[in-house]
């Protein structure tokens, strides 16, 4: 039995083989081969077996996915079927008597070069089906085997370095049961896909990949932060019991699901919920979400080919509309970049990407990308209570030519004959200090705040999120991150706006005392966390917390603040 430590990302328990998705040593060396003929076969076959694959996965992709997500790996059977591609492998087998490992690379790599350098994007997208393709077929010809997550047919944890989001967005819930990974923190967008997706996750256990192998039996406990691997049957039955005991305690905090959220002194917060895709919506109502108050539009983009439509998105945005029945959905607007990558828009790499060209910066570059996605939003605006939300605002400026450009479409599409809603609030992620700054300012301009937290953190403290080494800058609830959330909320409330707050902050134990004091109107988080902030909530008294708030902002460090919330509540 080997035991490991890391974050607990992603409440709750889970029991199950596990499932590696690691990427396998694809090297090999440049040989000169005897019978060129033998080779051709063995590429053929290689062929075959990767053909074969990749029809069983796209079959399960369509059935489990949906036809969107099984789109790309038709795209790879097209390359794969395509003599353009096949024939100068074999020629080059044949005429310079290489193994076909090096006669399919370099011939790849050569299409992979053209294709990237030419200025239609259809064109450029499929370099990267050539790069998916040739590693396929490269595996089969060193027989060894890459991970298929679409493939998983029975119950698994998964294990991986990191997971990006366009993984988890690949990953089935009903058969995923939990994941651990080497790398990342409590917000990065693993552990919040995690907890959309309510499977119990443990994070930033630095070694996962190396002490798990495919089929170990694993146990992540999403609740302390441990993974046990192949445990003894006496742990196993320990487990059974705290899973158990947490199933009791969730189904306590389920009587609170159709009551408000009212503190023991009658105050109000609404608390709302963060999702990823229109799926996530059944958590939200199960767990008695009185709104949405982050949407992160950035997942419809991922774990695909290409841009979805605008028809797309409007049927996606119809639907969390819909769904929530006349309670508030703020929708964030694309915030790609830092760690959610597009590779179809092979953007360059950059060297700080939390830093860079990302989110509205990208949007109001990459103009098309950006009105499609405005155009979708006002269209689906008269099915529910739809607000729309910027991220990423670092200057006024910033703001108002987003809003400019949404006044624009939304023009065009009254010229058009479409109906738009005429009272959608507009508003912004407050995440980087500047904007936290100058929030009476913003205040005057925009309907809302929403304080994204996860990254206001990283850049108050210039302590990347991802990066554990420098988690213990990484501190909700130093003075200073106490401060920058009271000047945004008071400056909202000066102006008569409201300010949630969407970063995991929102749904922190310790943290939402502080926050039910310091005025925090909307607090939004992960469904799951929601039925236990409201238990938590019903328990105070938003006049102690206003004088426990102003306690802990006059004091000097995290650990001093920590202790006055947990003496004042426990
Ligand atoms: C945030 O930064 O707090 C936030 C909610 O946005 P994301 O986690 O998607 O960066
Ligand atoms: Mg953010």
């Not at 079927?81 to 100068?88: C, I, K, S």
């Not at 006349?326 to 597009?342: A, Q």
Request: glycine share 6%; hydrophobic share 40%.
């Amino acid at each position: 039995m080997t035991f490991l430590n890391g974050i607990a990302a992603s409440n709750g328990i889970a029991m199950a083989k596990a499932y590696r998705l690691v990427e396998p040593d694809l090297n090999f060396e440049k040989k000169t081969v005897e019978d060129s003929t033998a080779e051709v076969e063995r590429f053929r076959q290689a062929m075959a077996k990767a053909k074969s694959e990749l029809e069983l996965i796209r079959e399960r992709a369509e059935q489990e996915l949906g036809a969107d997500k099984a789109a790309i790996f038709e795209a790879h059977l097209l390359v794969l079927n395509d003599p353009e591609l096949n024939t100068p492998i074999e020629d080059k087998i044949k005429s310079e008597n290489v193994n076909a490992e090096a006669a399919l690379k370099e011939t790849a790599d050569m299409f992979v070069t053209m294709f990237e350098q030419m200025d239609n994007e259809y064109m450029r997208e499929r370099a990267a089906d050539i790069r998916d393709v040739t590693k396929r077929v490269l595996a089969h010809l060193l027989g060894v085997q890459l991970a298929n997550p679409s493939m998983i047919s029975e119950e698994v944890i998964i294990v991986a370095d990191d997971l990006t989001p366009s993984d988890t967005a690949q990953l089935n819930k009903q058969y995923v049961k939990g994941f651990t990974t080497n790398i990342g923190g409590r917000t990065s967008h693993s552990a919040i896909m995690a907890r959309s997706m309510e499977i119990p996750a443990v994070v930033g256990t630095k070694t996962a990949t190396e002490e798990i192998n495919n089929g170990d039996f694993v146990i992540v406990d999403g609740l302390k932060g441990e993974v046990h691997i192949n445990p003894t049957p006496e742990l196993v039955d320990q487990y059974k019991k705290v899973h158990e005991d947490y199933e009791k305690q969730k189904s306590e905090w389920a009587k609170l699901v159709n009551e408000p959220t009212v503190s023991a002194d009658g105050h109000h917060v609404e608390l709302a919920a963060n999702i990823g895709t229109p799926n996530d919506l059944k958590g939200v109502i199960d767990n008695g979400g009185e709104g949405i108050g982050l949407y992160r539009t950035e997942f419809l983009y991922m774990g695909r080919d290409q841009l979805p439509t605008e028809e797309e998105q409007f049927e996606a945005y119809k639907a969390v509309l819909e769904g929530m029945n006349g309670k508030p959905v703020v929708v964030r607007t694309l915030d790609i970049g830092g760690d959610k990558e597009l590779p179809y828009l092979q953007l360059p790499k950059e060297l700080n990407p939390f830093l860079g060209f990302r989110a509205i910066r990208l949007c109001l570059e990459e103009q098309g990308i950006f009105r499609t996605q405005l155009r979708a939003l006002l269209r689906a605006s008269i099915y529910g209570n739809l607000k729309i939300m910027f991220p990423m605002i670092a200057t006024l400026n910033e703001f108002r030519e987003a809003k400019a450009i949404l006044e624009e479409e939304k023009q065009k599409l009254i010229a058009e004959g479409q109906q738009v809603a005429d009272n959608i609030e507009l508003g912004i992620m407050v995440e980087i200090p500047s904007t936290a700054v100058l929030a009476d300012q913003f205040a005057k301009e925009v309907d809302f705040f929403s304080i994204g937290t996860n990254d206001l953190i990283q850049y108050t403290m210039a302590a990347d999120r991802m990066n554990q080494r420098v988690s213990y800058l990484y501190q909700p609830y130093s003075p200073s991150i106490l401060r920058l959330v009271k000047m945004v909320i008071d400056a909202a409330h000066a102006e008569g706006k409201w300010a949630g707050m969407c970063g995991e902050m929102a749904g922190d134990e310790t943290a939402i005392p502080v926050l039910l004091g310091l005025g925090l109107d909307e607090f939004s988080m992960s469904a799951t966390s929601i039925l236990k902030a409201r238990s938590l909530i019903k328990g105070l008294k938003k006049s102690d917390m206003e004088q426990l708030a102003q306690e802990v902002l006059n004091m000097q460090t995290t650990e001093q603040v920590v202790e006055a919330i947990n003496k004042r509540i426990k």
